[in-house]
């Protein structure tokens, strides 16, 4: 190895040279995290749920305002509310004992399960 003191030309090289290679490093940080930096999260998604609330809000007064069939196989229609109270406040006025046991039978024919899939026969029968 050299023992000899660095000369001001040698050392101001060396200087430049370590600072310069700082300034590469940061710049190259710098772009890195610039670019590969994604774009904000909520930037246009407050105006996307904004519209799927209005479509679920109309959507949830379309079905409560109007008649429509849930179940055309079983019978099951869906009616708006003060429909559906003004037929139940007949039903249990009249008799409340017919209006309990339709109620019970229609629950029952609703929520009925479907009958089970045949058995596939063994290979070996």
Known sequence: ??????TGRVAWAYT???????????ALAWAIH???QPPPLGE??????AKALAELRAAEAEALAAPAWIDQAKGIVRLPIQQAMMLVE?????????ARSNLIAR???ATAAPPKAPEKPSPFE
Do not use: S
Not at 16 to 26: H, N, R, S, T
């Open 1 to 6: 190895m050299n023992d000899q003191p660095l």
């Open 16 to 26: 430049a040279g370590i600072l310069g290679a700082f300034l590469i490093v940061a």
């Open 34 to 36: 610039r670019y590969a």
């Open 44 to 49: 246009d998604r407050a105006a996307v749920r």
């Open 90 to 98: 007949r039903g249990w006025a009249q008799n409340p004992a017919a």
């Open 107 to 109: 629950v029952e024919k």
